[in-house]
């Protein structure tokens, strides 16, 4: 990559010049390396997308029953079940249709033109026809082409924080580093997709298409293979498992049915009946509906859902790793902490809003805006300063650098404008920022000494800086001969009699340089500061004081700015200017915490689920956020994408739980995380915003990208995107998943105790009497009415109280435990021994066969229908959560028992379903048996709290 060599050796090893590449160079390289664009992979047709909805066993023996029914005369039958495998795939469909189109949108994400010099000359070209060798210019606004090694940089700050997560503008320079330097750390590396914020530069194309790094991340994107979800592995499951029984129990009734005498294609067709019955074929449906119904609800707490199966997957989530910069923090460079006159302050307000209040040390004691130190120190920072703060929309946003942009605002908090404060204040001369110099200086002209003089003429010298030193720009300007004054520099204390001390005050009049940078540097350049209305003599004891509160405010993960002016009243040069200032303070800045996400990352892990932080950000710095998150406690380890190169899998593997918190990582470390965690076991869930996160979420079990700040590339890697960029929003997403999983449980648990009781009396009647209790067509039915409006209704079932309460579930258990097995069965032999009770006391009646196999018929239906209350929660009395709470599930009851009654009681129905009237007196029988399933279910749930208790 050229990053370890001097730009003389890029050159050289480029075959390039300061003239650029000639056309005919261009061309001959254009054929070896090829566009500068990435590659796409094959995509996925729609027909074979579409079929392949319908790949997993369960709809395979539902597409099969249909074709046994169609064949034997059951045309309505077979309709129903392929209408409801169809609406199923139908469903699935729709929601994979947009799922592989990462590659796609990284490909927008490259620029489209590309400023270059070839044969000597600056021409626009297409990006995608750049060549390693190219000599490209950049600009403030530029979106980088390829990847470059630069050769010469003026001030030049590049916005990473789609590639490596860094939050802030990265300062280049054209400095050579070593050859073990890491990639996120080359800063005389410029890459592909990243934005130019400040400055120019030139820069030579090292690699392009899918060389570059974010060749690498569509490499990533295209190889990496998403694990299916709980959820489809247990329904794959439970549909063979449903499949195997199916057919032990079709063969033996229909063996059984032979040797008791019946007809064999009587007993074909009963046997098909009886498959039927022992598949759910409404379970696609429902779950896809229960799904969708859970996605909506999603929508509602700020969580959209890409993949339906992935709902599920949320509420076995244990581990979520998350990206630190917007997720976990406001993304809003905020100043927190200032020094000013020997007293430590902090600042109230987060964000770009410019309202906020100064307090002292305690956080109890207010400071006036008024106070001459405070403002001087707010001044001189919003004054040397290129950032903007504006209201859009009504909201605040900033232009510029996002450090600049807290000062800015933080003196907006004083009430120091800055749109007014230039017009107050103009800048007559500048030194611009340089990764040499770690400081800016502007020359401003005061109230004063606009109104009272002409303002101070300023002449430049011609510049004679060498081109590959950003510092030189300072130089350029610093053979300025300005026409100015500067006080005398002594040591001793003056009282400035120049200083106006007024509310406007904002230091000496005339000609001011105010200047910021690193604490350091500032203070080497000062022989005073300013305390207590004087500027004292900056002596060896103050100037370390200083420095410890900057190690302080350092050990607070805090950005630390400080801050002088001097005034000038005679003539100097400008490179003279930055020498003899005047201390002012301090200010310390951070992205600080979202307050939601403290709450939220409690909830997690009273939830057992474990936070971890992944970010690009410096070590010293994601510790203290995430340690004020709560996420980083005693006992916890932090490593940097560079210590975790040095450790083999297998240690890292053994220690990965033992880590919450990465820095200055990059997308195969992340990559590398998930991967290990996922390796032990965990149930991963990644949340991320930039494209450096895509391959991240794609791997991980859940991938969950940012809807505001997000990439498009995130989104379409993940599974799920936070509407409202709130880390708080997972906990509503993970509650609303564990429900939704819990519901889909609940009604396959009331299916299989229905189905269960259907052939447990089917097979007792063969065996005992010879006699068929139902026939074919009422056993469809059954399943027709039973199987469709009640799992629905289960599947909006609220969220019972306590979930979060409750560890995340073991993906292993499957989708039904031996918990709910124990339960279904005995439910599904009561509801058999309620049948049997009826045919006995219906044959000791002498009732005839459409009579007895009427009562059973409505008994089933009905004991069914009670089944149903059973199943809102497998922990929780019905009567607990409320019998009417559930107002869905009330209107298919209703709507159940209505269809059953016409099914009774209408003539040309009666004839179809061989059914005959019931007298008052047989519903006396029925109903009071029926209800207890309700009952029995009732008293366990009773027993069990009792146990647990």
């Given at each position: 990559m050229h990053y370890d060599q001097e730009t003389g050796s890029v050159f050289e090893a480029l075959g390039s010049s300061e003239a650029g590449l000639s056309s005919e160079e261009a061309v001959k390289r254009l054929l070896e390396f090829g566009n500068n664009e990435l590659e796409e992979e094959e995509q996925i047709s729609v027909l074979k997308l579409f079929l392949v909805q319908f790949k997993s066993i369960l709809i395979l023996i539902l597409i099969a029953a249909a074709l046994v029914s169609a064949v034997l005369g059951e045309l309505v039958d077979a309709v129903v079940i392929m209408f409801t495998v169809f609406l199923a795939g139908v469903l699935g469909f729709f929601q994979e249709y947009r799922a592989e189109k990462a590659i796609e949108l990284l490909k927008s994400l490259t620029a489209p033109e590309a400023l270059v010099i070839r044969d000597g000359h600056d021409q626009k070209i297409p990006s995608r026809d750049l060549v390693p060798g190219d000599l490209i210019l950049l600009q403030a606004g530029d979106r980088i082409p390829a990847d470059a090694r630069l050769v010469e940089a003026f001030n030049l700050r590049v916005d990473e924080a789609s590639l490596t997560g860094e939050s802030l503008p990265v300062l280049k320079n054209t400095g050579t580093l070593p050859l073990e330097t890491p990639e996120v750390d080359r800063?005389?590396?410029?890459?592909?997709?990243?934005?130019?914020?400040?400055?120019?530069?030139?820069?030579?194309?090292t690699a392009t298409g899918m060389s570059t790094a974010f060749g690498s991340l569509a490499k990533l994107l295209g190889t990496i293979e998403r694990s299916r979800t709980p959820l489809q592995e247990s329904l794959d499951r439970f549909g063979r498992w449903i499949g195997a029984a199916t057919l032990v129990v079709v063969a033996f009734v229909a063996v059984l049915g032979i040797l008791s005498g019946f007809p064999l294609f009587d007993m074909f067709l009963w046997g098909v009946a009886l498959a039927v019955a022992a598949i759910p074929e409404a379970l696609p449906a429902v779950v896809a509906v229960g799904l969708g119904l859970g996605v909506r609800r999603m929508v509602k707490r700020h969580a959209l859902i890409r993949k339906l199966p992935s709902v599920e997957t949320l509420g076995a989530t244990n581990v979520i790793c998350s990206d630190k910069t917007g997720t976990l923090t406001?993304?809003?460079?905020?100043?927190?902490?200032i020094y000013v006159n020997g007293k430590k302050l902090g600042v109230t307000g987060s964000g770009y809003e410019p309202t906020g209040d100064f307090f002292g040390g305690d956080g109890s004691v207010p400071v006036s805006g008024d106070d001459p130190h405070l403002r001087r120190l707010l001044l001189a920072g919003a004054l040397c300063n290129d950032a903007g703060l504006v209201k859009n929309e009504g909201s605040w946003e900033i232009k510029g650098d996002p450090t600049e942009a807290a000062l800015v605002v933080a003196a907006a908090k004083a009430g120091f404008l800055k749109d007014e404060l230039e017009q107050k204040y103009p800048r007559v001369e500048e030194i611009p920022f340089s990764s040499e110099s770690k400081r800016m200086t502007t020359l401003n002209l005061t109230p004063t000494s606009i109104s009272n003089s002409t303002p101070t003429s300023i002449s430049n010298s011609t510049p004679n800086s060498t081109p590959n030193s950003a510092s030189n720009s300072a130089s350029n300007s610093a053979s300025t001969s300005t026409s100015t004054s500067t006080s005398t520099s002594d040591s001793t204390e003056t009282t400035s009699s120049s200083f106006d001390s007024s509310p406007e005050a904002g230091g000496p009049d005339g000609l001011v340089a105010y200047s910021k940078g690193a604490p350091e540097v500032i203070l080497d350049s000062c022989t005073k500061a300013f305390f207590e209305g004087l500027e004292r003599p900056l002596t060896p004891e103050l100037r370390q004081g200083i420095l410890d509160i900057v190690g302080d405010m350092g050990d607070q993960a805090l950005r630390v700015i400080a801050v002088a002016y001097r005034g000038l009243e005679e003539e100097i040069l400008l490179e003279d200017v930055e020498h003899e200032m005047v201390f002012v303070g301090l200010m310390g800045m951070r992205d600080p915490p979202r307050e939601e996400a403290k709450a939220a990352i409690r909830t997690c892990a009273s939830a057992g689920i474990k936070t971890i932080m992944i970010t690009g950000d410096h070590k010293v710095t994601a510790s203290a956020v995430a340690r004020e998150l709560g996420i980083f406690s005693k006992g916890d380890l932090a490593l940097t994408g560079t210590e975790l190169d040095r450790i083999e899998d297998s240690e890292f593997e053994a220690m990965v739980e033992q880590v919450s918190v990465y820095a200055r990582v990059y997308p195969t470390h992340k990559l590398r995380v998930v991967e290990a965690f996922k390796k032990k076991g965990y149930v991963v869930a990644m949340t991320g915003d930039g494209v450096n996160d895509a391959p991240a979420l794609k791997a991980a079990d859940m991938g969950i990208a940012m809807g505001i700040t997000g990439t498009d590339v995130s989104k379409e890697a993940a599974s799920m995107i936070l509407t409202d960029d709130n880390f708080a929003s997972i906990v509503a997403a993970v509650e609303e998943g564990r429900n939704i999983f819990k519901n889909i449980k609940n009604f396959i648990t009331y299916g299989l105790t229905t189905h269960l009781g259907e052939v447990l009396i089917v097979l007792a009647a063969v065996l005992g009497w010879q006699i068929l209790p139902l026939i074919a067509v009422q056993i469809l039915w059954i399943n027709l009415i039973t199987d469709g409006l009640p799992p629905m209704a289960l599947s909006v079932e609220p969220p019972d109280r306590g979930l979060m309460r409750q560890k995340p579930r073991n993906v292993e258990e499957g989708l039904i435990t031996r918990r709910e097995i124990t339960a279904g069965v005995g439910i599904g032999v009561l509801i058999a021994v309620q049948a049997l009770s009826v045919l006995i006391w219906a044959l000791e009646s002498g009732f005839s066969l459409e009579k007895l196999q009427t009562l059973v018929f409505t008994l089933l239906v009905l004991s069914e229908m009670f089944n149903a209350f059973n199943w809102r929660s497998d922990r929780y009395s019905v009567f607990a959560?409320?019998?009417?709470?559930?107002?869905?599930?009330?209107?298919?009851?209703?709507?159940?028992l209505i269809l059953q009654l016409l099914v009774i009681y209408t003539p040309f129905l009666q004839t179809a379903f061989r059914t005959v009237?019931?007298?008052?007196?047989?519903?006396?029988?029925i109903l009071p048996l029926a209800s207890t399933t309700l009952i029995a279910m009732e008293l366990m749930k009773f027993l069990r709290a009792r146990w647990y208790k």
């Amino acid at each position: 990559m050229h990053y370890d060599q001097e730009t003389g050796s890029v050159f050289e090893a480029l075959g390039s010049s300061e003239a650029g590449l000639s056309s005919e160079e261009a061309v001959k390289r254009l054929l070896e390396f090829g566009n500068n664009e990435l590659e796409e992979e094959e995509q996925i047709s729609v027909l074979k997308l579409f079929l392949v909805q319908f790949k997993s066993i369960l709809i395979l023996i539902l597409i099969a029953a249909a074709l046994v029914s169609a064949v034997l005369g059951e045309l309505v039958d077979a309709v129903v079940i392929m209408f409801t495998v169809f609406l199923a795939g139908v469903l699935g469909f729709f929601q994979e249709y947009r799922a592989e189109k990462a590659i796609e949108l990284l490909k927008s994400l490259t620029a489209p033109e590309a400023l270059v010099i070839r044969d000597g000359h600056d021409q626009k070209i297409p990006s995608r026809d750049l060549v390693p060798g190219d000599l490209i210019l950049l600009q403030a606004g530029d979106r980088i082409p390829a990847d470059a090694r630069l050769v010469e940089a003026f001030n030049l700050r590049v916005d990473e924080a789609s590639l490596t997560g860094e939050s802030l503008p990265v300062l280049k320079n054209t400095g050579t580093l070593p050859l073990e330097t890491p990639e996120v750390d080359r800063i005389n590396m410029v890459y592909t997709g990243t934005a130019v914020t400040y400055g120019r530069g030139k820069a030579l194309v090292t690699a392009t298409g899918m060389s570059t790094a974010f060749g690498s991340l569509a490499k990533l994107l295209g190889t990496i293979e998403r694990s299916r979800t709980p959820l489809q592995e247990s329904l794959d499951r439970f549909g063979r498992w449903i499949g195997a029984a199916t057919l032990v129990v079709v063969a033996f009734v229909a063996v059984l049915g032979i040797l008791s005498g019946f007809p064999l294609f009587d007993m074909f067709l009963w046997g098909v009946a009886l498959a039927v019955a022992a598949i759910p074929e409404a379970l696609p449906a429902v779950v896809a509906v229960g799904l969708g119904l859970g996605v909506r609800r999603m929508v509602k707490r700020h969580a959209l859902i890409r993949k339906l199966p992935s709902v599920e997957t949320l509420g076995a989530t244990n581990v979520i790793c998350s990206d630190k910069t917007g997720t976990l923090t406001q993304n809003k460079m905020t100043v927190e902490r200032i020094y000013v006159n020997g007293k430590k302050l902090g600042v109230t307000g987060s964000g770009y809003e410019p309202t906020g209040d100064f307090f002292g040390g305690d956080g109890s004691v207010p400071v006036s805006g008024d106070d001459p130190h405070l403002r001087r120190l707010l001044l001189a920072g919003a004054l040397c300063n290129d950032a903007g703060l504006v209201k859009n929309e009504g909201s605040w946003e900033i232009k510029g650098d996002p450090t600049e942009a807290a000062l800015v605002v933080a003196a907006a908090k004083a009430g120091f404008l800055k749109d007014e404060l230039e017009q107050k204040y103009p800048r007559v001369e500048e030194i611009p920022f340089s990764s040499e110099s770690k400081r800016m200086t502007t020359l401003n002209l005061t109230p004063t000494s606009i109104s009272n003089s002409t303002p101070t003429s300023i002449s430049n010298s011609t510049p004679n800086s060498t081109p590959n030193s950003a510092s030189n720009s300072a130089s350029n300007s610093a053979s300025t001969s300005t026409s100015t004054s500067t006080s005398t520099s002594d040591s001793t204390e003056t009282t400035s009699s120049s200083f106006d001390s007024s509310p406007e005050a904002g230091g000496p009049d005339g000609l001011v340089a105010y200047s910021k940078g690193a604490p350091e540097v500032i203070l080497d350049s000062c022989t005073k500061a300013f305390f207590e209305g004087l500027e004292r003599p900056l002596t060896p004891e103050l100037r370390q004081g200083i420095l410890d509160i900057v190690g302080d405010m350092g050990d607070q993960a805090l950005r630390v700015i400080a801050v002088a002016y001097r005034g000038l009243e005679e003539e100097i040069l400008l490179e003279d200017v930055e020498h003899e200032m005047v201390f002012v303070g301090l200010m310390g800045m951070r992205d600080p915490p979202r307050e939601e996400a403290k709450a939220a990352i409690r909830t997690c892990a009273s939830a057992g689920i474990k936070t971890i932080m992944i970010t690009g950000d410096h070590k010293v710095t994601a510790s203290a956020v995430a340690r004020e998150l709560g996420i980083f406690s005693k006992g916890d380890l932090a490593l940097t994408g560079t210590e975790l190169d040095r450790i083999e899998d297998s240690e890292f593997e053994a220690m990965v739980e033992q880590v919450s918190v990465y820095a200055r990582v990059y997308p195969t470390h992340k990559l590398r995380v998930v991967e290990a965690f996922k390796k032990k076991g965990y149930v991963v869930a990644m949340t991320g915003d930039g494209v450096n996160d895509a391959p991240a979420l794609k791997a991980a079990d859940m991938g969950i990208a940012m809807g505001i700040t997000g990439t498009d590339v995130s989104k379409e890697a993940a599974s799920m995107i936070l509407t409202d960029d709130n880390f708080a929003s997972i906990v509503a997403a993970v509650e609303e998943g564990r429900n939704i999983f819990k519901n889909i449980k609940n009604f396959i648990t009331y299916g299989l105790t229905t189905h269960l009781g259907e052939v447990l009396i089917v097979l007792a009647a063969v065996l005992g009497w010879q006699i068929l209790p139902l026939i074919a067509v009422q056993i469809l039915w059954i399943n027709l009415i039973t199987d469709g409006l009640p799992p629905m209704a289960l599947s909006v079932e609220p969220p019972d109280r306590g979930l979060m309460r409750q560890k995340p579930r073991n993906v292993e258990e499957g989708l039904i435990t031996r918990r709910e097995i124990t339960a279904g069965v005995g439910i599904g032999v009561l509801i058999a021994v309620q049948a049997l009770s009826v045919l006995i006391w219906a044959l000791e009646s002498g009732f005839s066969l459409e009579k007895l196999q009427t009562l059973v018929f409505t008994l089933l239906v009905l004991s069914e229908m009670f089944n149903a209350f059973n199943w809102r929660s497998d922990r929780y009395s019905v009567f607990a959560l409320g019998l009417f709470t559930n107002k869905p599930l009330i209107y298919a009851i209703g709507i159940t028992l209505i269809l059953q009654l016409l099914v009774i009681y209408t003539p040309f129905l009666q004839t179809a379903f061989r059914t005959v009237p019931l007298s008052l007196a047989e519903w006396g029988v029925i109903l009071p048996l029926a209800s207890t399933t309700l009952i029995a279910m009732e008293l366990m749930k009773f027993l069990r709290a009792r146990w647990y208790k």
